[in-house]
């Protein structure tokens, strides 16, 4: 059915950058908000950055300056270049796809299954 599918996570030292993508099948992806959230050991899950179908983006403080977030409707997929990565990046990085569905508003939500991201000193 839906599918919400990351890639590109690892393990990379401190300084260095990652891509991580989303990719989407049984949806109609465009018309979603999509977010990149992250939770690591201990800690709340967080909203790390989020585009929506109009492209406006949105990020949180302590990335806004590194991170940037990007979709390509063509291929359903979304986007996050990790540039300048710090230990405090290291997390579980979470795709989200969000919509309030015309015309019954009915909010619908998916969740991919997470990515490992690892930044050593």
């Known amino acids: 059915q839906v599918q919400l599918v990351e890639s590109g996570g690892g393990l990379v030292q401190a300084g260095g950058s990652l891509r991580l993508s989303c990719a989407a099948s049984?949806?109609?992806?465009?018309?979603?908000?999509v977010g990149w959230y992250r939770q690591a050991p201990g800690k709340q899950r967080e909203l790390v950055a989020a585009?929506?179908?109009?492209?406006?983006?949105t990020y949180a403080d302590s990335v806004k300056t590194r991170f940037t977030i990007s979709r390509d409707n063509a291929k359903d997929t979304v986007d996050l270049q990790m540039n300048s990565l710090k230990p405090e990046d290291t997390a579980v990085y979470y795709c989200n796809a969000d919509r309030l569905e015309t015309p019954w508003n009915r909010r619908v939500t998916y969740w991919g299954q997470g990515t490992q991201v690892t930044v050593s000193p």
């Open positions: 049984g949806i109609t992806f465009r018309l979603y908000t």
């Open positions: 585009i929506t179908s109009g492209g406006t983006t």
